[in-house]
């Protein structure tokens, strides 16, 4: 029979029989993890791995999250520092576990390890008995070396240390800059430029100035800053490099390195006992708190409202539905971006964001370039936005007569947009046949490369047209749009803004029309 949650949990720590047996069941788990842990070694790490999987497909994943975490921390979290290899095995095995079992192996490992470094940070002046917080640090910059957590984490710790900037924390930076130092300036270098400029401002105004960890951390950031790995002391990468190697031997993942990584914060990862865990598939999560108390468990009407329209446009899916709802509450395009980033999609899911976002704007009743905005911010993040962008819009250029004119007018404003902005190429318009256009099809490419001719300005222009020269391929396109513009635009009447309406902007005279088109033509063949 079903058992509520809460009552499952009475029961385990009622002390009856089932929690005595639940606590043998835990102990018997444990020692089998504690002697898989104790042989790990190189040699044996895929053997090691696979049978940590069987564990996993045996036993209850919670059990084993913390049956493993238990034994990690309890190898690794010493007085005395790891050796290097010692914490490059045990993280590579939490990184083997994260893609091969599933990304909250990873993010149980990474919560616990936070927390301990925040319980340990909490008791200076040494932080911990003997080297205790340097082992708990090692093994954060080597989970982010294997990409099992995003240069986030590792920032947001620098910046507690720098913070207080003792001649401990001084060591404890040194440690972390110099197991990830150059990864981070990879991954985000701007952070990293801001943490060296924090780092100097706090050096000069130190007591610790002349110290010899002073001047050695500044050597290290000195040499972080113009990208010389050979100058950072004692830094051999070659070791870290050899164990990368095996790990992508191990993982079954096809996708790139960073495909999982955690990208949470310091802050999440302490309060996730309190507002969930919005980074793990399937998690509660509470979010930010508001000021909007809910009556008798009803929604607030805003939610309500925004759900009934979500139904409305037919967002069938809980993801959709998700996207949607920020799309319509978020305050600008930059606030949307963030919620959206914080959703947690996996690569497959953010595709939704798109098609999404590109069918509100088609169904606003006026253009908003609140959804331009947003489009652009996600193609300059990732290439596959770009890809999915093409696609959704090449399915709108072939269902053009199905739009109404609002719709139509809304894509062509977007296209154009994104055009000009060069997050996407004018290379979306391949698919098009221009010598097979029907009458609708005809206005709406008029209007779109009307407007990219002559609602810009000449730079914008020129290097909108330039960007299909260096392309063998594009060659046909190039012709096919020579000779649409020639006939549609300079020897016709100059089309309204939109493709189906007269209102508006009014016709640009026909010789500027005409000098646009040469200087297009120019552009398209000059590589």
């Keep these: 029979w079903y058992v509520p949650p809460h009552l499952r949990a009475a029961n385990t720590s009622g002390g009856g029989a089932d929690s005595e047996k639940k606590a043998r069941q835990m102990e018997k788990l444990r020692k089998k993890v504690q002697g898989l842990i104790n042989r790990l070694s190189e040699s044996n790490m895929q053997s090691t791995s696979s049978q940590l999987e069987q564990l996993y497909r045996e036993n209850s994943r919670n059990d084993m999250n913390a049956a493993l975490t238990e034994v990690l921390l309890k190898a690794c979290v010493s007085p005395v520092l790891l050796a290097d290899r010692f914490a490059l095995e045990h993280t590579m095995l ?90 981070i300036r990879r991954d985000d270098a701007t952070s990293l430029k801001d943490i060296i400029l924090q780092i100097q ?13 002073m001047r050695f951390m500044l050597d290290t950031i000195s040499a972080l800053r113009t990208n010389n790995a050979r100058k950072i002391p004692n ?33 999440d990862l302490l309060d996730a006992d309190k507002q969930g865990r919005w980074w793990v598939v399937g998690s509660a999560w509470s979010g930010r708190e508001t000021n909007t108390t809910k ?4 929604l607030p009407t ?25 799309l319509m509450t978020s305050e600008d395009y930059v606030d949307a971006f963030e919620k959206l980033l914080r959703l947690g999609l996996k690569d497959t899911q953010e595709r939704e964001i798109v098609h999404v ?18 489009g652009q911010k996600f193609c300059e993040l990732k290439r596959s936005h770009q890809v999915t962008f093409q696609y959704v819009l090449w399915d709108r250029f072939k269902a053009l007569g199905s739009l109404t004119p609002a719709n139509r007018s809304n894509l062509c404003r977007l296209c154009s947009h994104l055009t000009t902005s060069r997050a996407l190429s004018l290379a979306i318009l391949r698919v098009v046949e221009f010598a097979e256009l029907d009458k609708i099809s005809m206005k709406f490419h008029r209007s779109l490369l009307h407007s990219l001719l002559c609602d810009y300005s ?70």
């Design 201 to 213: 401002a706090k050096s000069a105004t130190s007591s610790l100035n002349d110290s010899s960890r």
């Design 357 to 374: 976002l590109v069918d509100c704007c088609l169904q606003e009743k006026e253009y908003n370039p609140y959804y331009a905005f947003l």
């Design 235 to 267: 830094y051999d990468p070659s070791l870290l490099e050899h164990m990368r190697k095996l790990l992508r031997r191990l993982v079954r993942s096809t996708g790139p390195a960073d495909e999982g990584q955690l990208k949470v914060s310091l802050k």
């Design 94 to 183: 939490v990184a083997i576990l994260h893609s091969n079992v599933g990304s909250e192996v990873g993010a149980y490992v990474v919560q616990a390890f936070a927390k301990k470094l925040d319980e340990l940070l909490q008791k200076p002046p040494n932080y911990g008995s003997g080297r205790e917080c340097d082992c708990v640090l090692l093994l954060l910059a080597h989970l982010y070396n294997y990409k099992v957590i995003h240069c986030l984490l590792v920032y947001d710790i620098i910046r507690r240390l720098v913070d207080s900037f003792t001649e401990r924390e001084v060591e404890l930076l040194l440690l972390l800059l110099k197991n990830s130092g150059m990864e």
């Design 458 to 527: 000449e730079a914008t222009c020129r290097s909108v047209f330039a960007r299909l020269a260096p392309l063998p391929h594009l060659k046909s396109l190039r012709d096919e749009l020579v000779v649409f513009m020639r006939h549609f635009l300079r020897d016709r009447a100059a089309p309204a803004p939109g493709p189906d309406s007269s209102a508006g902007r009014g016709e640009k005279p026909s010789a500027r029309i005409s000098e646009r088109i040469r200087m297009a033509e120019l552009a398209m063949r000059t590589v």
């Design 302 to 326: 805003t939610d309500s409202w925004v759900l009934d329209l979500a139904r409305k446009q037919r967002m069938n899916t809980d993801i959709r539905k998700n996207i949607f709802c920020v």
């Design 295 to 298: 009556k008798d468990g009803a």
